[in-house]
């Protein structure tokens, strides 16, 4: 198994920048495709950003290409979400997620999971 946990969120003005991260501890961090999600109040839960293991390719939701960038430093066993640009629609709760199967844009797709880290982004 392996243990997620993500750091950085805050309140941010719209408009501003913010960095997660998502630190793993207990498998090999290199062996799992990584995703982040986010969930906003009465919403379900949404995928934001994946990432390869080998980091070649990202995928992005179409509601944050251009403004977010997925990485991920497997020497470090973290992986990143730079959120610039930042809107009041964003305002969520972030989670990171892993996989050993294959990337994919559904909560289904991943089997492990972080606690989760709040974003706000006032108008």
């Known amino acids: 198994q392996v243990q997620l946990v993500e750091s950085g969120g805050r309140l941010v003005q719209a408009g501003g920048s913010l960095r997660l991260s998502c630190t793993a501890s207990?498998?090999?961090?290199?062996?799992?495709?990584m995703g982040w999600f986010r969930q906003a109040p009465g919403k379900e839960r949404e995928f934001v950003a994946g990432i390869t293991r080998s980091r070649i390719s990202t995928f992005y939701a179409d509601s944050v290409k251009g403004r977010f960038t997925i990485s991920r430093d497997n020497a470090k066993n973290t992986m990143y979400l730079q959120m610039n640009s930042l809107k009041p629609e964003d305002t969520a709760v972030y989670y990171c997620?892993?996989?050993?199967?294959?990337?994919?844009?559904?909560?289904?797709?991943?089997?492990?999971w972080g606690q989760g880290t709040q974003v706000t982004v006032s108008s």
């Open positions: 207990g498998r090999t961090f290199s062996d799992y495709y």
């Open positions: 997620a892993a996989t050993g199967r294959a990337l994919g844009y559904s909560t289904v797709d991943y089997d492990y």
